[in-house]
């Protein structure tokens, strides 16, 4: 089982630029969370996928979005990229209802 | 939003200590559950404890809770140079949503 497993490792883009990460979960899980950890902090939750609709959401703004997959992969998409953007996106899979959510290494996406 | 802190935020000891890290929140909870983070990398899941429980074992860890404190511990004992990580709580609510504290950054010296 290769877990939880995300790519790309590392990330540099320009602002205004756009972005797309992916992150394929754990085999049998089907929900997909999207997190952003800034240096320093613990994580932030993005928002949440399961059975291909974004099921609820953080406090972050439009131009982050995603989708997920009929095989429950998932993409995480940012437009309009901005300096304060630049973190390590994290992605963690669990059984919908289930409470252990195993993560990805995640990538590190610098903004410059 | 962070849900809670996590105290201390950083912490030294010598390998063979005991190790002790605290986590408050804010709402009620389904779950409280542990991570560690090694050097910002992926998240890995240690010990959940359910709102109905109030000390869990596994391995040399040990977690309490307190759901009238909206407070958990983490006892990490005869502790090694590889617990060497930053410790992260975080609470479930009973939508698979995690929502973190602000993390602790052990130490442990050889």
């Known amino acids: 089982d290769a877990g939880v497993t995300q790519s790309p490792t590392h990330l540099i883009k320009t602002r205004g630029q756009q972005v797309t990460l992916r992150c394929s979960p754990k085999?049998?899980?089907?929900?997909v969370s999207w997190y952003q950890q800034a240096l320093g902090q613990g994580p932030q939750f993005i928002f949440q996928?399961?059975?291909?609709?974004?099921?609820q959401r953080g406090n972050f703004p439009d131009r982050f979005s995603g989708h997920q997959f009929p095989n429950y992969s998932s993409e995480l998409n940012v437009n309009a990229l901005l300096l304060g953007d630049s973190a390590l996106y994290l992605c963690?899979?669990?059984?919908?209802?289930?409470?252990?959510?195993?993560f990805g290494q995640g990538t590190r996406l610098t903004v410059v | 939003s962070q849900q809670g802190e996590e105290d201390p935020q950083a912490l030294s000891i010598q390998e063979g200590e005991n190790a002790t890290m605290n986590c408050s929140y804010k709402?009620?909870?389904?779950?409280l559950q542990w991570y560690r983070q090694n050097s910002g990398r992926g998240l890995v899941h240690l010990i959940l404890?359910?709102?109905?429980?109030r000390e869990k074992h596994s391995g040399r860890l040990r977690v309490t809770l307190d759901t009238s404190k909206k407070s958990s511990s983490l006892l990490i004992t005869a502790s090694r140079a590889a617990d060497t990580a930053s410790y992260f709580c975080?609470?479930?609510?009973?939508?698979?949503?995690?929502?973190f504290g602000t993390g602790t950054r052990l130490q442990v010296f050889p």
């Open positions: 085999s049998g899980h089907d929900t």
């Open positions: 963690a899979s669990s059984l919908a209802g289930g409470a252990e959510a195993f």
């Open positions: 404890i359910r709102s109905n429980e």
């Open positions: 709402t009620s909870i389904n779950n």
């Open positions: 975080a609470t479930e609510d009973g939508t698979d949503k995690l929502i």
């Open positions: 996928y399961y059975e291909e609709e974004e099921r």
